[in-house]
């Protein structure tokens, strides 16, 4: 056969070269994962057990039969390049030197298109007999390998002319398959199921593309729509099975073309240069380890753990509470842990992992986070704490390519190469998106999108899901909102047998209920921690004190200052002689007021010779202002070894995940479980709140001595008291004592919200205008005078913190998400296009509803720098800053859509924006 009569795959590569390559991959790791397959052929199994209509479609598939039809499509994904018109394009490549010129070519249609023509043959069908509807559906992997499809995909297809395939080219593609079947599987091509293939009349089974009168595309596509969306005839547990097949076939077809494809190119400059055209590249298994080892493509899961540098996964057998031995030795795939702060819920849930991962149950570990700040935070800590190598962790967030810049800066580096480091960058970015790294720490929201064609590779994302182990942190900070939509993704999870840990510390009871009765193996830390094996003790490292005062009082003139009673204890943690200095945290409920406090307390170190670094953060700094007030927090509040006194002034932003541990705490009115979350970051798990007594318990425990009470310095001359302060509001205040009537009273009344006058905000706007609700405020408050009044002393434990917060949310109700099972199900193979989805006139969900709406502002002297990429210079403000704006700069300018900020309002990376001017 002369060279032009090769029906080529790639410009040096044959066609059946490269599913030959292809399928080698497959093999491999079908040998290699053998044990993630049969459990994925079993969830399978046991999804349709239950439903008649596939039950009966669907039992004669055994585990062979599943597995050589992944090896069939694996095969045959490429077929389409076999036309006319793709080999013209392929060889038009390989001639000319400009290839941007040449009009691209797309063949999955052609593939899929061939292969339901082959199989709707009637020899075939009778041949296929029940097989045959699932050959059909299986094939709708293929048609999207190159592209995540929505309903207006291919419509260009029909505007093609006519193309044809070569009969013959064809049967020679069939007997190579049948001669790879054989020697990678070691059968007989009479033992495949796919022996009909050299039965076929190919002459009529093989006809041409459909011309533009033919809406066969349109037809196949609405079928499939309808067989699917119609909920007379398709139940949603079959949509939910449809899905799972589907992304599981999806991710077969998708790494093995992408992994071959990838060994090519690496091969192509030197094929190129001499001019050769080769069949399969790869020989041998030893081929596709080398490849795969030296790109990280996959892994053995047998060896997960050997990929960190220390052995990981703290602490070690002899140091493991009573909860983590149990743990580590848990069979259920479904756990929930109610942990208090600081008691090493990350390290659970690693623990968990070790042990499924020697039963080959997971490929991943799926982190997902709240937040862009506490998902940053855990990244670090499985580096630094658990000894993870870095190049095996992704992130995926909007500002996760600010991480890896900060990360990759190499300022310190003499070997730093920014063209390396720069395509780190974009692998690491890419693999994380896709949720195809060892492990990937990402935003729920994320993994939400992957189940509803939310983005472009949700597909690719949704197929690396399906062998992974997700872990929910922090589950508790969600609003009830996004939480039913967590709900029914878990319930889709858990249908599909994908293992899954949930992480809280202050969880009501009702919500520990539900999950109980959705199967879930409860792990309910009581609080206790054991005393010389033996002895009980309550873990109570703080007392909470509520103070008659607030932090700070604004008068009618908009003049501030600290009250009296918050000054004079800021200034009395300063005279405690702590060498590594004091380390103090201060929370509050509003941008504007971090940032007035920021001035307050700078102006009150300035005049006292205060030797102290003072941090303000908030949500109102651009990307890379965030990452590096991010880096300096954790230095601060972890290193002692900087021998300096710090104060953080934070917004609920840096509630969650963030292993800081602080002296004290002052932090404004919030509901119980935000309160208790921030406490998090106080004593960090300490024993007691008197050092002296914590450091003498902490010392007979399981766990060693008190690391933050230790770091304190010679303990003789002092006892440090580690305390929260809980301010209140003003006008929440009677001089002496605090009433019901009198907190409720002033709670609603809208004219007195505050003694104090907002820059942004009208006088007439209720404290419900804060991020909390108020009779959730007023129920907190309340709860914690009837139980402990205004001193806990010494008596708040971690099983009177949850009691609390039940109490607090007695009657939430978790009912699901209807908006999430119907965008599920509209978007489940084909599916709308992702702006449309999230963004459209009508958007057919939202993950998490905001009460007010928000504007993306860029300050003008990032003006040109932002022009290329103008989100990682915005920030987003809320409707009252800036209605103020547009008032004072009514001809606000706006660059696709970001509007900028004139420098009359200065920005700057201590504090934000300064909006003092308004």
Not at 250 to 258: A, G, P, R, T, V
Not at 761 to 783: G, H, Q, R, V
Not at 870 to 897: C, H, M, T, W
Request: proline share 3%; net charge neutral; with cysteine.
């Amino acid at each position: 056969m002369c060279e032009k009569d090769r029906i080529l795959a790639k410009p040096y590569q044959t066609l059946i070269g490269h599913s030959l390559d292809s399928v080698r991959i497959y093999k491999y790791l079908f040998d290699n994962n053998k044990r993630i397959f049969e459990k994925l052929y079993t969830s399978f199994i046991n999804l349709i057990k239950d439903t008649e209509q596939l039950n009966a479609l669907f039992n004669k598939l055994n585990f062979s039969i599943f597995m050589e039809l992944g090896f069939f499509l694996v095969y045959f994904h490429d077929l389409g390049k076999s036309t006319e018109e793709f080999q013209n394009y392929i060889y038009s490549k390989r001639s000319k030197f400009d290839i941007d010129k040449i009009k691209r070519v797309s063949h999955s249609y052609a593939s899929f298109f061939y292969l339901i023509s082959l199989l709707q043959k009637k020899e075939v069908s009778k041949e296929l007999g029940f097989l045959l509807d699932i050959f059909i559906i299986l094939i709708y992997p293929i048609l999207g390998h190159h592209g995540q499809m929505n309903n207006n995909s291919f419509q260009e297809i029909n505007r093609r002319k006519d193309q044809s395939i070569k009969v013959q080219d064809v049967k020679d593609f069939i007997y190579s398959f049948f001669e790879a079947f054989t020697i990678l599987f070691e059968k007989q091509e009479k033992d495949s199921i796919f022996h009909f293939l050299k039965e076929i009349d190919f002459e009529q089974a093989l006809f041409l593309l459909p011309d533009r009168r033919n809406r066969t595309v349109e037809r196949l596509n609405e079928k499939m729509i309808r067989k699917f969306n119609n909920k007379t005839l398709t139940p949603y547990s079959m949509i939910e099975i449809y899905k799972f097949i589907h992304g599981f076939y999806y991710s077969l077809i998708k790494f093995c073309d992408e992994t071959a494809s990838a060994y090519y190119s690496v091969n192509e400059s030197n094929l190129k240069r001499n001019e050769m055209i080769v069949d399969n590249l790869i020989t041998s298994d030893n081929d596709i380890y080398q490849f795969m080892k030296q790109r990280k493509l996959d892994f053995v899961l047998n060896s997960f753990f050997s990929l960190s540098k220390n052995n990981p996964i703290l602490p070690k057998e002899y140091s493991c509470s009573e909860i983590q031995k149990k743990i580590k030795d848990e069979t259920n795939f479904r756990l929930l842990l109610r942990l208090g702060c600081g008691m090493g819920k990350t390290a659970s849930s690693l623990l968990f992992a070790k042990n499924l991962a020697k039963r080959s149950c997971f490929k991943r570990i799926i982190f997902t986070l709240p937040t862009q700040f506490t998902s940053n935070s855990i990244v670090k800590d499985l580096e630094d704490e658990y000894g993870f190598n870095i190049e095996d962790i992704g992130l995926y967030h909007g500002n996760a390519d600010e991480f890896w810049n900060d990360y990759f800066n190499g300022e310190n580096d003499e070997d730093y190469n920014e063209e390396e480091s720069n395509y780190i960058k974009k692998i690491k970015l890419n693999k994380a998106k896709t949720y195809s790294c060892p492990i990937t720490v990402s935003t729920v929201d994320h993994l939400i999108l992957t189940l509803i064609h939310g983005f472009k590779q949700a597909d690719k994302s949704l197929s690396n899901i399906l062998d992974s182990l997700v872990i929910f942190d922090e589950l508790h900070y969600y609003e009830l909102e996004t939480l039913q939509i967590i709900q029914e993704l878990q319930k889709i999870l858990n249908k599909w047998n994908i293992p899954n840990i949930i992480m809280s510390g202050t969880m009501p009871d009702k919500v520990i209920e539900y999950y109980k009765n959705q199967n879930y193996e409860i792990y309910d830390w009581d609080g206790l921690f054991t005393i010389n094996n033996e002895e009980k003790r309550k873990r109570i490292p703080y007392d909470l004190e509520v103070k008659c005062s607030s932090l700070f009082l604004t008068s009618n003139n908009g003049h501030s200052k600290l009250t009296k009673e918050f000054q004079s204890l800021l200034l009395n943690k300063f005279k405690i002689p702590i060498a590594r200095g004091i380390k103090q945290i201060i929370f509050v409920n509003q941008v504007e007021r971090a940032k007035i406090l920021f001035h307050l307390i700078t102006e009150l170190a300035e005049r006292e010779n205060l030797d102290v670094d003072i941090i303000v953060y908030h949500s109102e700094f651009i990307k890379s202002d965030k990452i590096k007030k991010e880096n300096i927090i954790k230095e601060k509040f972890t290193n002692y070894t900087n021998k300096t006194n710090v104060i953080l002034i934070s917004t609920q932003i840096s509630e969650f995940s963030l292993n800081i541990s602080s002296d004290v705490m002052y932090s404004e009115l919030a509901p119980l479980d935000a309160l208790f979350q921030r406490a998090g970051r106080l004593h960090r798990a300490g024993f007691r709140s008197f050092s002296k007594n914590c450091i003498e318990l902490s010392k007979l425990s399981l766990f060693g001595a008190c690391k933050k009470c230790e770091s304190l310095g010679p303990t003789q001359s002092f006892n440090m008291h580690y305390n929260m302060y809980v301010f209140l509001p003003p006008r929440f205040i009677d001089t002496n004592k605090i009433n019901k009537e009198k907190l409720e009273e002033e709670l609603k009344k809208t004219e007195k919200r505050l003694n104090e006058k907002d820059s942004f905000e009208s006088k007439n706007i209720t404290y419900s205008s804060l991020p909390y609700n108020p009779d959730i405020l007023l129920k907190s408050i309340l709860l914690i005078l009837e139980n402990f009044g205004f001193s806990t002393d010494e008596n708040l434990s971690f099983r009177e913190i949850c009691s609390l917060v039940s109490k607090l949310y007695n009657d939430v109700r978790l009912i699901g998400s209807v908006n999430f099972k119907n965008c599920f199900r509209k978007n489940l193979i084909f599916g709308d296009k992702p702006h449309d989805i999230l963004f459209g006139d009508n958007p057919q969900i939202i993950i998490r509803p905001q009460k007010y709406l928000s504007y993306y502002v860029i300050p003008e002297k990032f003006h040109n720098k932002s022009l290329e990429n103008l989100d990682d210079y915005s920030v987003a403000i809320n409707q009252g800053k800036f209605n103020k704006i547009k008032k004072k700069f009514p001809n606000l300018e706006s660059e696709r859509g970001f509007f900028i900020i004139p420098n009359e309002i200065p920005y700057s990376s201590k504090i934000g924006f300064d909006f003092s001017s308004l």
